[in-house]
């Protein structure tokens, strides 16, 4: 939201810029008890809203902008359809939680929005950068006058007042049914106003009597009073209480403004943050504009705009406005159907664009992204050695649309949450282990590599790749952010060359690893197993036999490569890398593919010249390297045995050399084993996480059972996330 300011050049005074309407429409609605900003009101089932567009359309509004969560778009663009058709120019901003400058990451237990003056900001990037603009609340009836009067503040403001809010009577503004909420008023000598209140669960007080201040006591005993109209009585945002006389003017958030408001907003609202609020405190954008008059920072106009305001506050309200709206239209202020071919309000420009036609300027669509498993091949793609993966039948998917400002705003699931962060900046990580940090890294990755992100996307991220168990749900995660971009960006990069540069790009995360995950989940085809070179990269498909069956049981233990596991992944490469050198190799490929002799040799000068720990290291990245050539032969002739003892050699080497297993992965493979599976190893980078086994298909039921039985029974069951059988995918996608 930053950035948004004045911008230099004077509006022509014979024809002013037709001024735009910001709705705020993000409210939760609690104490209504559904929707209520679509509640049909009006007798032709007209909402709330659709009256104030009708008025605002006929007081010289051009352009709408709807601040919705979210979630709630679908039902907004569905039951506003008709004004398509009328021609309005209506387009959406979402109220979320997170911002990419203001609000990275949310507090943890925040679910209230954050109230009126956030929804203002939200909206910021839909506004024209010059003009004014209105706000006002979607619950709420102002009327055609109030709309007239404002425009035409807006239109001609005296000098030095670019701030304007329409008021009422107070007592005009109440409910019979609950207190609410008002923006309480207090003039200047000149007029503008001198401070706002935010009032609190305010309804009448028929006992209170009216001085000045609305505050005196009765006159004595024996003195004769005056009758005066009642009081209103509530409390403050702070708690405490307050009392004001009935017809003193109330703010019921219709407001006029220019664009230089937005970044003294920006700054009250971080001055917000900086106070740690509650979970449930909020901004309001009265406090602010008032905290701004009070400041003389913005001089503030007031619009009274009389008696005419209506609101649904309580379910009960609904029954008062649909009374007096079926009156008005029978006195010929409305049509019953606001929206009829021929009933239009006026002035409208058939011309104006609506953004419930095709989304032509923000490509969007759904990027989806496999996990893996790695058949065999462990902890020597970073050495440079060629791996035997396939692409796995579970994904990760970002449904996603393209911004208009170069943005990133993605929604996760509950237990991951929301995040924001900007393209034109310096992309900074967020916290270790945090999620955004994938996002991040494909992003800077493509930008290294040359790619122009002019556009962001926002969207939400769904997945069944089990998170944190080895079958590289963050490497879906970073190809389908990369691919969601390209396709936001109208850009393209071949699969190969987009597979290297996400790998080195995922190396941002923190975690030094190789190149397997990102070729797999972007080349993989459907009934095969992948081998994998690298120097340069290269991807071969090798089919996987009829009947063989792959069977992926998780050890229940995480495994995060972002989180604890980092530094002994990371460890791992470095002690690779120290004994390859010790023994006076340039590469492992040399070492892999010496012939049988010099390969002997190799390894008993490594066990005789090196310490205990890299000695072992080394062992397992050359016996491993030479698996994965064995592996590939014996899957390209179907011998289920042989690859099943390579795959039972590999999990020894992990076990034993590399020292990366746990006791749970190794009771696994045993119970595995002993079930009829041909073999089985430790998948991924160990430390926890997930075991694969290969069986023939008329074994992989016996073998569930088994380690239902033996192993998942004993820790409190098990679902589908943890033990299934997979089938080698296709890579990834997007589909628009």
Not at 216 to 237: C, H, K, L, M
Not at 491 to 499: P, R, S, T
Request: charged share 20%; glycine share 12%.
């Amino acid at each position: 939201m930053s950035g948004t300011g004045p911008i230099g050049g004077a509006r022509p005074a014979d024809r002013p810029e037709r001024p735009t309407l910001v709705i705020l429409a993000a409210g939760r609605s609690t104490r209504f008890g559904r929707a209520k900003q679509l509640e049909p009101v009006g007798p032709g089932g007209a909402s709330l809203i659709e009256y104030t567009v009708y008025d605002a359309v006929r007081a010289g509004f051009g352009r709408f902008v709807l601040v919705v969560r979210e979630s709630q778009r679908d039902e907004f663009e569905a039951r506003l359809r008709p004004l398509r058709d009328a021609g309005i120019s209506l387009s959406f901003a979402f109220q979320r939680l997170v911002d990419a400058d203001l609000v990275p990451l949310p507090p943890p237990g925040r679910v209230r929005p954050w109230g009126t003056g956030f929804a203002v900001l939200a909206a910021a990037a839909a506004l024209p950068r010059q003009g004014p603009f209105a706000v006002c609340n979607a619950d709420d009836f102002y009327g055609r006058v109030a709309h007239e009067r404002l425009a035409h503040a807006l239109a001609a403001s005296p000098p030095g007042i670019r701030a304007f809010t329409a008021t009422s009577p107070l007592a005009d503004t109440l409910s019979a049914h609950g207190g609410v909420s008002r923006g309480l008023c207090e003039a200047g000598p000149d007029g503008t106003l001198l401070r706002m209140t935010e009032g609190l669960d305010l309804r009448l007080d028929g006992d209170a009597s009216r001085t000045g201040n609305g505050d005196a006591p009765r006159a004595g005993a024996g003195a004769e009073s005056p009758a005066a109209p009642p009081g209103v009585v509530g409390r403050t945002a702070s708690g405490a209480a307050v009392r004001v006389d009935a017809d003193s003017p109330a703010c019921m958030g219709l407001w006029g403004f220019f664009p230089e408001i937005l970044p003294q907003l920006e700054e009250r609202f971080r001055d917000f943050l900086a106070a740690s609020p509650g979970l449930e405190d909020e901004f309001y954008l009265s406090e602010a504009v008032g905290d701004l008059a009070a400041a003389e920072r913005t001089r503030c106009g007031l619009v009274p705009v009389g008696p005419g305001w209506m609101g649904v506050t309580f379910p009960e309200d609904r029954e008062r406005v649909a009374v007096s709206l079926r009156q008005l239209t029978e006195a010929g202020a409305y049509p019953v159907d606001l929206w009829t071919p021929h009933v239009r309000p006026e002035p409208l420009r058939a011309a104006q664009a609506s953004l419930f036609g095709p989304p032509q300027a923000s490509p969007g669509g759904v990027a989806t992204a496999p996990g893996r498993i790695n058949l065999i091949g462990e902890h020597i793609d970073y050495n440079g050695l060629p791996v035997l993966p396939m692409a796995l039948d579970r994904h990760v998917h970002l449904e996603f649309e393209g911004a208009e400002h170069a943005t990133v705003q993605l929604e996760g699931d509950a237990a991951h949450g929301s995040f924001a962060f900007r393209l034109d900046r310096t992309i900074e990580s967020a916290p270790r282990g945090h999620w955004s940090n994938y996002v991040r890294a494909a992003a800077r990755g493509l930008q290294d590599h040359g790619v122009g992100l002019k556009r962001g996307i926002r969207g939400t991220v769904t997945g069944t790749v089990p998170v944190a168990e080895g079958l590289s749900s963050s490497s879906a995660l970073v190809v389908a952010s990369a691919l969601a971009l390209l396709h936001a960006n109208e850009a393209e990069v071949e699969a190969l060359e987009l597979a290297a540069l996400l790998a080195r790009a995922e190396r941002y995360v923190g975690v030094q690893g190789g190149g397997m995950d990102q070729a797999a989940s972007l080349c993989g085809k459907e009934g095969h197993a992948l081998r994998i070179d690298f120097g340069p990269l290269r991807v071969t498909p090798v089919p996987v036999p009829e009947g063989w069956r792959w069977i992926v049981a998780s050890s229940l233990a995480r495994a995060e490569k972002a989180g604890a596991v980092r530094e002994l992944y990371n460890e791992r490469r470095a002690q690779c890398a120290e004994a390859l050198e010790r023994v006076g190799r340039t590469s492992w490929p040399e070492v892999v593919e010496a012939d049988e002799d010099e390969f002997a040799a190799i390894l008993a000068g490594a066990g005789k010249s090196l310490p205990l720990t890299l000695s072992r290291r080394f062992r397992h990245v050359a016996t491993e390297g030479r698996r994965v050539t064995e592996a590939e032969r014996a899957l390209r002739s179907g011998n289920m045995a042989a690859f099943g003892r390579l795959m039972n050699a590999s999990h020894a080497s992990l076990r034993d050399d590399f020292s990366v297993s746990t006791q749970a992965l190794d009771e696994i493979v045993s119970v595995a084993l002993d079930a009829g599976a041909a073999g089985a190893r430790l998948t991924g980078a160990g430390f926890g996480g997930c075991v694969v086994a290969l069986c023939r298909a008329n074994r992989a039921k016996a073998v569930i059972e088994a380690l239902i039985d033996r192993f998942y029974a004993a820790r409190g069951g098990v679902d589908r996330r943890a033990l299934f059988v997979a089938d080698a995918a296709d890579g990834a996608t997007v589909t628009s």
